[in-house]
């Protein structure tokens, strides 16, 4: 058990009162509080410019991965005078819900502290709740399917995306399947970006019916990939790039290249596309951050007219070849292969 012990630190001029940093929050591997704050200190030069300005909810563990989690998405009360907030009208709590907001290190630790191991932030700035920056995709396995068919699928999208001329880049989620994400950053609407998405599933299952589902239905999805269309949503959080993820090790949502979806695809890996902090960070350090386009990449989102017109002249062959409906010309634009996306 761990010793109950407190630890204040100044960073960045602010200080902060750590708790239990030997406290186990990962026991299969012995992976401490004072490991996930120190793994959040190293990654904020790339992480926090993908918090910023973002409404966050926290995902907590106060007893470690095997224990009880909470989310919050109020920012808890007793929260430093320093730490910024966002305010988020609630539909569903018919109220005004005051988001966190991880505007620096000091705040991005002091959410580690209270065990926050995963950052869930939403797809929007808080300051225009209702315009999405990007259009997701989060590739959920059913098994015995896994993040292998999630690659297949996930260039499928690309080549799809790519056929409007619009660069798209991946990550994993950090447990068991892939997300693919469009930047925008350019004037758009969910009610406009939730369609699209919800189509493009929609037309994916048309195309590959053995091996994509659009419909959440648990019991649709064994050995398929469920396209989850319904993330592009201002209700909605999606799991933050270089967050920690509450699994059996610290394995993180990482960026990757459509060059090592290629190879898990090819070698039929799934063991490729998993990579826990220490990982991480030296990726980091070789690589940059992958996911920096996301951010800064403006492109607009084709109307749904464009993409309901694929189904009639190029999908209906793909679903019969099990072929991807856009081929060569998608793959020249896309492609570049081998480039980081």
């Known amino acids: 058990m761990a010793r109950r012990t ?11 009162s750590l708790s239990n940093l030997d406290k186990v929050l990962y026991p299969d591997v012995g992976f401490t509080k004072g490991q996930v704050i120190d793994y959040y200190v190293r990654i904020a030069p790339v992480l926090l410019p993908h918090l910023k300005g973002r409404p966050l909810t926290l995902k907590r563990y106060p007893n470690g991965v095997n224990g009880m989690f909470f989310y919050e998405k109020n920012c808890p009360e ?18 005004t819900m005051q988001y966190c907001l991880a505007q620096d290190l000091p705040t991005l630790v002091w959410a580690a502290n209270l065990a926050d191991l995963e950052l869930h932030t939403s797809l929007s700035l808080g300051k225009e709740i209702t315009r999405p920056t990007a259009i997701v995709f989060d590739l959920d396995p059913g098994p015995p399917a896994d993040i292998v068919l999630c690659c297949q699928v996930g260039l ?22 892939l997300q ?11 009610d406009q970006t939730k369609p699209f998405a919800h189509e493009l599933a929609r037309l994916l299952e048309r195309q590959h019916p053995e ?17 989850d269309w319904s993330q592009n949503d201002d209700h909605k ?6 967050s920690l993820r509450a699994k059996d090790r610290p394995t993180v949502s990482t960026p990757v290249s459509w060059e090592e979806v290629e190879q898990c695809l090819k070698k039929a890996d799934p063991n490729l596309l998993v990579f826990t902090s220490d990982q991480v960070l030296e990726r980091v350090k070789k690589r940059d951050d992958l996911f920096e386009p996301v951010l800064k990449l403006k492109q607009k989102l084709p109307p749904l007219q464009k993409l309901q017109a694929l189904d009639g002249s190029q999908a209906s062959p793909a679903a019969k070849t099990g072929k991807p409906a856009v081929k060569k010309a998608a793959r020249k634009s896309a492609g570049r292969k081998g480039q980081p996306a």
């Open 78 to 95: 007793h929260r430093p005078e320093w730490v910024q907030t966002t305010p988020v009208w609630s539909a569903g709590n018919n109220k």
């Open 6 to 16: 407190e630890q204040v630190v100044e960073i960045e001029g602010k200080q902060l």
């Open 156 to 177: 499928w999208l690309r080549d799809i995306f790519a056929h409007f001329g619009l660069e798209s880049f991946a990550k994993t989620s950090g447990s068991k399947g």
């Open 237 to 242: 959080t999606t799991v933050n790039v270089y």
């Open 180 to 190: 693919l994400y469009v930047p925008l950053n350019t004037p758009v609407t969910y």
């Open 211 to 227: 091996q994509v589902v659009s419909d959440m239905k648990k019991a649709l999805r064994t050995g398929k990939v469920l396209v």
